[in-house]
């Protein structure tokens, strides 16, 4: 089964920036097209980013310019570079399979703090 663990996410000035990485065990990591998400409290999760097994990347408008994702194979690992932080960037970080439902599994997620 999937086992996704989030971490790197912390509190830092608006402006800053932090680097999040997702540890992926028990998919063929290097053919799946994979995805950040966010939840910011009190709001549904959403979707940040996507990267392709290739390396194609897609991004939220909300994102784009300031966020970078990436993937390493070999390592079965998923980074995301952010930077120019906002106040609204604040929520908790998760990694995942690009596609998902409802039943979907989730892991634990990071937490990341952004202050004005």
């Known amino acids: 089964q999937v086992q996704l663990v989030e971490s790197g996410g912390g509190l830092v000035q608006a402006g800053g920036s932090l680097r999040l990485s997702c540890v992926v065990s028990g998919i063929i990591f290097n053919i799946e097209r994979m995805a950040w998400y966010r939840q910011a409290p009190g709001k549904q999760r959403e979707w940040v980013a996507t990267?392709?097994?290739?390396?194609?990347?897609n991004y939220a408008d909300s994102v784009k310019g300031r966020f970078t994702i990436s993937r390493d194979n070999p390592k079965k690992t998923m980074f995301l570079q952010m930077n120019s932080l906002k106040p609204e960037d604040t929520g908790v970080y998760y990694c995942?399979?690009?596609?998902?439902?409802?039943?979907?599994?989730w892991g634990r997620g990071t937490q990341v703090t952004v202050s004005s």
């Open positions: 995942n399979r690009a596609l998902v439902d409802s039943g979907s599994y």
């Open positions: 990267i392709s097994s290739g390396g194609f990347t």
